[in-house]
């Protein structure tokens, strides 16, 4: 007798939802992790996104994709920042119409200190050695390049 599979991913029943599941936990561990980092450096969760999104100065309609939101929103997240002394505008050169925003220096040791304190107390980097945190690296790099459910 066969071993039974699941209709949708074909793979051993319960594996996939057990996976899925466990994606899950790890999700949420690390969302805790990540929102309390930022809570650390009085940042809302999108304003902590916005700072390690940004490495070089980008147009803020980019941020907004990348960010999936509306430009709308990234304006309000730029006005705070800015006004904490962690971003600065700036218009692109040659078409003025386009607001770009750049981390100051102020900004890049703030993002640096989050992204080093997000490291420190992650609960899932902290329970994995080295060539395990390569290998979840290399699943995840291959799990993200699927295509997105619609």
């Given amino acids: 007798m066969g071993t039974a599979r699941d209709a949708t991913t074909g793979h051993p029943a319960g594996e996939a939802r057990d ?6 936990h790890v999700t949420e561990l690390t969302r805790a992790n990540f929102e309390a980092a930022a809570a650390s450096f ?7 996104r916005a700072l390690l999104a940004l490495e070089a100065a980008a ?6 994709e990348h960010l999936r939101c509306d430009a709308s929103y990234v304006t309000g997240i730029a006005d705070r920042l800015e006004g904490r002394g962690l ?6 050169e040659g078409d003025r119409r386009v607001k770009l925003l750049e981390l100051t220096d102020a900004g ?5 200190a989050l992204q080093a304190a997000m490291l420190e107390s992650s609960p899932v980097m902290v329970a994995l050695d080295a ?13 993200g390049t699927a295509q997105r459910v619609q």
């Fill in 42 to 48: 009085e940042l809302t969760t999108a304003q902590a």
């Fill in 108 to 112: 890049r040791r703030t993002r640096d």
């Fill in 59 to 64: 147009p803020m309609r980019s941020l907004a």
């Fill in 87 to 92: 971003v600065a505008r700036a218009t692109r």
């Fill in 131 to 143: 060539d395990e945190r390569h290998l979840l690296r290399t699943l995840l790099a291959k799990a």
């Fill in 19 to 24: 996976t899925a599941a466990l994606l899950m």
